[in-house]
Every structure is written in structure tokens, then in C-alpha cells.
């Protein structure tokens, strides 16, 4: 659970919270500087939601609550009108009373009434809410946002600070490339590698989430250790030390045959491929994007982003939303974004 800022009942306008509502992740921010991240995994604790909601209203006590939501594609659900239809009932629970309005895709805020009878209007909007975000970043010409977080990335193109995708819903976005089912945390490593090395050989993957792509790049420093998180493969401390014994297992190997080196030598293949897919995708992204110039990067994938960067042709401009704004509030910034928009600012 991380939360930064102290709550000011006297900031102009304060008196909306947003919430981005995903699948793994609550987050949630005010847009005068107050925000919080927590794992939620809504597959497992969907009962659950109304509560934790409520919790963090009692931090803040907000007058009115806009929400966007990636959430309501989790498997616990139906289909997303299902997904929707709980997450709006589930945040108006919660706010016990207040206002609650729902972030869509048009960009505008809509009632929990029309949300739930548009279902793919408000589905997996929090992409559109930040892409104006970065957007104000760079307001002319052409430019992309490369947003990357736990369990995808998000490549939006931008044209004079706006968003200019080809697709709207989940399935038009990832067919033609603008989101990559892929994350810096929660990727399972046979999903991007079939072997991997082991000193003088290759070792084949066995097809099951012993690993992720977060041990690997905790192992080459990509990411920093947690010790208090557990949101891992099997449960147990996001550390370095902890990564190793994953990674061996990965490979069915003992983790007292794997050793320190070992780890290195398998997470620096495995953040490497990842490097290679993301690059090839941001290439086709900004050849399609008549000549942007300007990358706007968001989320806690920042080593994967700058590497990936590094390998593209031309001059870019990099624009960091962390840089901009600070890494807590860039890590949930779709829900800084709406706050913004809720009130007026953006």
C-alpha cells in the first residue's frame, strides 16, 4: 500500500477523488497532489471492492467520486457489462451517499445510470484519461504516450495534445498494437521466453507462473526491492533473494543449483526480449504516426521504457510524466488525470 501527500481540505476544488479500478491494482488520487496505490486483485476479492473503497474515502472524504476501471474485464466477471455493472454498484456502495460520476471513452464524466447501460463507453477508458494527461505535455504536433505498468503498456498516439488511437475498446487497441498485453510486474515468463540460459546451455520454460518478468527485473535492478510485497508468483517477498529461488524454478531447477550469477545471466535475457518486443512495437507505432517526434513515458516501467527508447532511429523527444509530476503520482496517473478532468483542469 502506498499513499503520498497530505490531504488539503483548503486546495482550490478538492472536494473529488478518482479512482482507477483495475484488475490487480486500486488507485486512486485527488489532483491537488494526494494519491494511493494499493494491490487489489478484483478476480479474487470482488466482495471486497465496496470496502476497500470506502477506506480510502475515509481518508480523504471527498464530496464527489469520478471513477475509470480496466477492472471489469477480470474473469470473476461474466462479460464487461457484468465487470461494469459491480465496479459502478460497488463504488456507489462506497461512496454512501455522494455524487459518483464514471469516466467514458467521449472523455466525458457520465451517471452510474448510463454508464451501466453503456457498458464498452466506460470500459477500459483509463488509457483515453491519461493520454490527455500526457497529452498536455507536449500540445502540438505528433507524439505517442508509452505507459508502461504492471500488466500492459499502452502505446497511444497524440496529435496537438490529444488522444489520436485507431482503437477504442480493449480488442481493437491490442489488434492493432496501440496495447501490449505485457507489464514490467505480473507477465508470467513463459510468456515471453520459451528457454533461457544456464550456464553453458539452455534450459527449456516449464509453462507455468513459477516467475514473472518482476523477478527479472528485480534481479538486474530494473525495479526496487518491496520486502513487504507479496504480490508475486508464489506469495512470497519482491526481493532480489527471493527472484533467484523463482527464477530456478522457472527452469525446474534446485535453487541450490542456481546460483546469484545464474539469476543475472536469466533475467537479463528475459528483460531483454521484452526490450526487443516493446521497441518493435513502438517502431511500428511511430511509423505510423506521421513523424512524431515526442514520447511521453508514464508508469513504473521506466527502465524498460529508456532502454526501448534508446534503440529507435532518429531524434525523440522524452517527455516523463514522473519527472513532471513525481513517480507516485505518475504511478496513478489515469486516476490523476480524471481528478484533473473532474475538476476542470484538464
Same mark, same amino acid.
Given at each position: 500500500m502506498r499513499t503520498t501527500g497530505d490531504y488539503l481540505p483548503s486546495c482550490d476544488r478538492a472536494n473529488w477523488l478518482a479512482l482507477d479500478i483495475g484488475g490487480a491494482n +486500486?488507485?486512486?488520487?485527488?489532483? %491537488?497532489?494526494? %494519491?494511493?496505490?494499493?494491490? @487489489? /486483485?478484483?478476480? #479474487? =476479492?470482488?466482495? &471486497?471492492?465496496?470496502?476497500?473503497?470506502?477506506?480510502? +474515502?475515509?481518508? %480523504?472524504? /471527498? *464530496?464527489?467520486?469520478?471513477?475509470?476501471?480496466?477492472?471489469?474485464?477480470? *474473469? %470473476? @466477471?461474466?462479460?464487461?457489462? *457484468?465487470?461494469?455493472? &459491480?465496479?459502478?454498484?460497488?463504488?456507489?456502495?462506497?461512496? =454512501?451517499?455522494? /455524487?459518483?460520476?464514471?469516466?467514458?471513452l467521449d472523455g466525458t464524466l457520465i451517471e452510474p445510470a448510463e454508464a451501466v447501460t453503456r457498458p464498452l463507453a466506460v470500459a477500459a477508458a483509463n488509457w483515453h484519461a491519461l493520454a490527455r494527461l500526457a497529452g498536455s505535455l507536449i500540445p502540438t504536433g505528433r507524439g505517442l504516450l508509452l505507459d508502461i505498468g504492471s500488466t500492459t503498456t499502452d502505446l497511444?498516439?497524440?496529435?496537438?495534445?490529444?488522444? $489520436?488511437? #485507431?482503437?477504442?475498446? *480493449?480488442?481493437?487497441?491490442?489488434?492493432?498494437?496501440? !496495447?501490449?498485453?505485457?507489464?514490467? &510486474?505480473?507477465?508470467?515468463?513463459?510468456?515471453?521466453?520459451?528457454? +533461457?540460459?544456464?550456464?553453458?546451455?539452455?534450459?527449456?520454460?516449464?509453462? &507455468?507462473? @513459477?516467475?514473472?518478468?518482476?523477478? $527479472?527485473? !528485480?534481479t538486474v535492478g530494473g525495479l526496487p526491492e518491496r520486502p513487504q510485497d507479496q504480490n508475486t508468483a508464489d506469495g512470497g517477498p519482491a526481493t532480489r533473494a527471493a527472484a533467484r529461488i523463482r527464477l530456478a524454478r522457472t527452469m525446474l531447477l534446485e535453487p541450490a543449483d542456481f546460483s546469484d550469477t545464474d539469476a543475472r545471466q536469466a533475467a537479463a535475457w528475459i528483460t531483454e526480449l521484452q526490450c526487443r518486443r516493446l521497441t518493435v512495437a513502438l517502431k511500428r507505432q511511430l511509423e505510423g504516426s506521421e513523424q512524431a517526434t515526442a514520447i511521453v513515458t508514464c508508469g513504473h516501467g521506466g527502465s524498460l521504457a529508456k532502454q526501448a527508447i534508446a534503440r529507435l532511429d532518429g531524434p525523440m523527444t522524452v517527455c516523463s510524466l514522473a519527472q513532471s509530476l513525481g513517480d507516485d503520482i505518475a504511478r496513478v496517473g489515469p486516476a490523476h488525470a480524471v481528478a484533473r478532468i473532474a475538476r476542470g483542469e484538464l
Open positions: +486500486l488507485k486512486a488520487a485527488d489532483g %491537488c497532489g494526494w %494519491c494511493h496505490s494499493e494491490p @487489489f /486483485p478484483l478476480w #479474487q =476479492a470482488r466482495r &471486497e471492492l465496496p470496502q476497500a473503497i470506502a477506506t480510502i +474515502l475515509a481518508r %480523504c472524504s /471527498p *464530496d464527489r467520486l469520478a471513477v475509470t476501471m480496466t477492472g471489469e474485464i477480470a *474473469d %470473476c @466477471f461474466a462479460d464487461r457489462a *457484468d465487470g461494469v455493472r &459491480e465496479i459502478v454498484t460497488g463504488c456507489i456502495e462506497a461512496a =454512501a451517499g455522494r /455524487p459518483v460520476f464514471i469516466y467514458s497511444v498516439p497524440l496529435a496537438a495534445g490529444h488522444p $489520436a488511437s #485507431q482503437g477504442n475498446t *480493449d480488442w481493437e487497441r491490442m489488434a492493432c498494437g496501440e !496495447l501490449l498485453y505485457m507489464g514490467v &510486474e505480473r507477465t508470467p515468463v513463459p510468456a515471453l521466453v520459451r528457454t +533461457l540460459p544456464y550456464r553453458s546451455s539452455r534450459r527449456p520454460v516449464a509453462s &507455468e507462473c @513459477f516467475a514473472t518478468v518482476r523477478d $527479472a527485473w !528485480l
